[in-house]
């Protein structure tokens, strides 16, 4: 018999919750009731409860610190929250705890009920596991559930060669029947930070258990699963002329999603369908269809069900983009300089807004491939696991915008890292750099022979010197030359020309030209004036 506690600051709401459910038809007990945090929290240690149900409000401890620290203790104690307070930020912070439940006052007898059966069947098949219970039946039905996924494997990735009827009932036990069969989508797109890990695993679940129980009844068979990155895959089986009624049920199923999204906080669900198809062997084709379909969500937004892709592709691929994007990003990446980096996004931006009627799959793959090709630029041990990290924050984007912030995001954060890193390394060659200014500066001396001298390639030089100077080399050599022909001026009798070719110049009118723009005077005058 399972064991539940009640934690509640009402004691009317206690005794409301021991009437209203008949326990010992749900083989469970009322263990303790707590009127307040403290108190439940010692309850729980002291009679291990399988569900606890409990209020958000309660004096002396809430109930999200008691769920908090329950859950430490206890990490498969099953949570129901009541609660009249209707605000998502509460279910949102008790998900991240793995909390699934999340009832209103006043309390329904039957959703009471329903979610008591529900956790009830999920302790009891976590038992029968850690048991070992009837090994054989589970092992076969693992088996035929193996099968299944494997299939839908071999479906995602084109693979499924064969199939018929025959094949689908005989080699993986599916109760397919001749009719259409078709292919769905549901992307779910969140940045895992919003609910944590198990948060999002109960939304999928959620969401699938929601798609699963309004199909069933209206298919012969259906094959579903959870494909990862908030993508959500499926193949029904239906007779034919139910088209349209299968339609609308979909659109039905991301109503409600939709419209229970704020309970989660920043999450966006889209719907799509591949085409209807008459034999097996066309489900690896819609399959692929819903695949592209469910990208179009990134240029017409998410909330939608879609189930359409214009024929062939945008004039997209004719920009060539992707060469522009690597030859602005390898200079940047070279002169590590975050501002260059943005010109080569702003270039793709501009690039996808000016195409009409650009496709979102076209959209995702070049900003994946920019990330791709970025990261080649960089030099690092961990690139492999950094392009998984940056693909994995590309398809939990439900818009072009969110893609290029994470481009963006991507280019910022690595070109800051390859700064930190070489910081020591940039102020050195300046230094150097300026040292072998000030014992050469009366020698016609270029920016190649300088950079040269320091190891530095001359385009890298030249950023990194008027990144620290803040001003360019030509600029600062001018500089130099211009105070040691002051100092000529005034302490020695050198004639101008004399005082023009010590500083490094041949040509006398260039050298009076440069030195009148850095004085306001001509050196005769300033020699007359300050000698």
Same mark, same amino acid.
């Given at each position: 018999?399972?064991?539940?506690?009640?934690?509640?600051?009402?004691?009317?709401?206690?005794?409301?919750?021991?009437?209203?459910?008949?326990?010992?038809?749900?083989?469970?007990?009322?263990?303790?009731?707590?009127?307040?945090?403290?108190?439940?929290?010692?309850?729980?240690?002291?009679?291990?409860?399988?569900?606890?149900?409990?209020?958000?409000?309660?004096?002396?401890?809430?109930?999200?610190?008691?769920?908090?620290?329950?859950?430490?203790?206890?990490?498969?104690?099953?949570?129901?929250?009541?609660?009249?307070?209707?605000?998502?930020?509460?279910?949102?912070?008790?998900?991240?705890?793995?909390?699934?439940?999340?009832?209103?006052?006043?309390?329904?007898?039957?959703?009471?009920?329903?979610?008591?059966?529900?956790?009830?069947?999920?302790?009891?098949?976590?038992?029968?596991?850690?048991?070992?219970?009837?090994?054989?039946?589970?092992?076969?039905?693992?088996?035929?559930?193996?099968?299944?996924?494997?299939?839908?494997?071999?479906?995602?990735?084109?693979?499924?060669?064969?199939?018929?009827?025959?094949?689908?009932?005989?080699?993986?036990?599916?109760?397919?029947?001749?009719?259409?069969?078709?292919?769905?989508?549901?992307?779910?797109?969140?940045?895992?930070?919003?609910?944590?890990?198990?948060?999002?695993?109960?939304?999928?679940?959620?969401?699938?258990?929601?798609?699963?129980?309004?199909?069933?009844?209206?298919?012969?068979?259906?094959?579903?699963?959870?494909?990862?990155?908030?993508?959500?895959?499926?193949?029904?089986?239906?007779?034919?002329?139910?088209?349209?009624?299968?339609?609308?049920?979909?659109?039905?199923?991301?109503?409600?999603?939709?419209?229970?999204?704020?309970?989660?906080?920043?999450?966006?669900?889209?719907?799509?369908?591949?085409?209807?198809?008459?034999?097996?062997?066309?489900?690896?084709?819609?399959?692929? +269809? @819903?695949?592209?379909?469910?990208? #179009?969500? =990134?240029?017409?937004?998410?909330? *939608?069900? !879609?189930?359409?892709?214009? &024929? %062939?592709?945008?004039?997209?691929?004719?920009?060539?983009?992707?060469?522009?994007?690597?030859?602005?990003?390898?200079?940047?990446?070279?002169?590590?300089?975050?501002?260059?980096?943005?010109?080569?996004?702003?270039?793709?931006?501009?690039?996808?807004?000016?195409?009409?009627?650009?496709?979102?799959?076209?959209?995702?793959?070049?900003?994946?491939?920019?990330?791709?090709?970025?990261?080649?630029?960089?030099?690092?041990?961990?690139?492999?696991?950094?392009?998984?990290?940056?693909?994995?924050?590309?398809?939990?984007?439900?818009?072009? +915008? @969110?893609?290029?912030?994470?481009? #963006?995001? =991507?280019?910022?954060?690595?070109? *800051?890292? !390859?700064?930190?890193?070489? &910081? %020591?390394?940039?102020?050195?060659?300046?230094?150097?750099?300026?040292?072998?200014?000030?014992?050469?500066?009366?020698?016609?001396?270029?920016?190649?022979?300088?950079?040269?001298?320091?190891?530095?390639?001359?385009?890298?030089?030249?950023?990194?010197?008027?990144?620290?100077?803040?001003?360019?080399?030509?600029?600062?050599?001018?500089?130099?030359?211009?105070?040691?022909?002051?100092?000529?001026?005034?302490?020695?009798?050198?004639?101008?020309?004399?005082?023009?070719?010590?500083?490094?110049?041949?040509?006398?009118?260039?050298?009076?030209?440069?030195?009148?723009?850095?004085?306001?005077?001509?050196?005769?005058?300033?020699?007359?004036?300050?000698?």
């Amino acid at each position: 018999m399972q064991k539940v506690m009640i934690a509640d600051d009402e004691e009317r709401i206690c005794r409301l919750i021991e009437a209203l459910v008949d326990w010992k038809a749900l083989d469970m007990e009322v263990a303790a009731v707590a009127h307040n945090g403290l108190e439940a929290l010692e309850f729980a240690d002291r009679f291990r409860p399988d569900i606890l149900i409990t209020d958000i409000r309660m004096p002396g401890c809430s109930g999200l610190e008691l769920i908090e620290k329950v859950k430490k203790r206890m990490p498969e104690l099953e949570i129901i929250i009541i609660s009249g307070y209707a605000h998502f930020e509460y279910a949102k912070s008790a998900i991240k705890f793995g909390v699934g439940e999340y009832l209103l006052k006043p309390i329904n007898k039957a959703e009471l009920t329903m979610t008591l059966e529900r956790l009830r069947a999920k302790i009891e098949a976590r038992l029968r596991e850690k048991e070992d219970i009837q090994q054989m039946e589970q092992k076969s039905r693992h088996d035929v559930l193996r099968l299944r996924e494997l299939l839908l494997e071999r479906l995602f990735d084109q693979k499924a060669e064969g199939l018929s009827l025959r094949v689908l009932q005989e080699e993986y036990y599916l109760e397919m029947r001749p009719g259409c069969f078709q292919a769905i989508w549901l992307k779910i797109d969140s940045l895992e930070e919003e609910l944590g890990k198990e948060g999002k695993n109960i939304v999928m679940e959620r969401s699938g258990r929601l798609l699963e129980s309004c199909l069933k009844h209206k298919c012969f068979d259906m094959l579903c699963r959870e494909q990862g990155h908030g993508n959500y895959i499926g193949i029904l089986n239906y007779a034919e002329g139910k088209q349209e009624e299968i339609r609308r049920i979909l659109k039905d199923c991301l109503n409600q999603l939709e419209s229970g999204k704020k309970l989660y906080g920043e999450i966006c669900f889209s719907l799509a369908a591949g085409s209807v198809v008459k034999e097996p062997a066309g489900m690896p084709k819609s399959l692929r +269809e @819903a695949s592209l379909i469910i990208e #179009e969500r =990134l240029v017409k937004g998410t909330g *939608r069900f !879609l189930d359409y892709l214009p &024929e %062939g592709n945008s004039a997209l691929h004719e920009k060539s983009l992707l060469e522009k994007y690597l030859r602005t990003v390898t200079h940047a990446v070279e002169i590590m300089n975050e501002e260059e980096a943005g010109k080569a996004l702003s270039q793709i931006r501009t690039g996808v807004a000016e195409v009409k009627d650009v496709r979102g799959h076209e959209v995702f793959e070049l900003i994946s491939s920019c990330g791709a090709l970025f990261l080649s630029q960089v030099e690092s041990k961990e690139r492999r696991e950094k392009l998984e990290h940056f693909s994995g924050k590309c398809r939990q984007c439900g818009s072009q +915008e @969110a893609l290029f912030r994470v481009l #963006e995001d =991507l280019q910022r954060t690595y070109i *800051r890292e !390859l700064l930190q890193e070489h &910081e %020591g390394d940039m102020v050195r060659p300046v230094r150097q750099a300026k040292q072998y200014i000030q014992n050469h500066f009366s020698e016609p001396i270029t920016q190649e022979e300088v950079s040269s001298a320091v190891g530095l390639s001359s385009t890298y030089f030249s950023a990194l010197f008027k990144k620290e100077e803040g001003e360019g080399f030509a600029k600062y050599l001018t500089g130099v030359r211009m105070e040691q022909a002051k100092i000529l001026l005034r302490e020695s009798n050198f004639p101008v020309s004399e005082v023009c070719r010590r500083v490094g110049y041949n040509d006398l009118k260039h050298f009076t030209h440069n030195f009148e723009k850095a004085t306001g005077l001509k050196p005769a005058a300033y020699r007359k004036l300050y000698g």
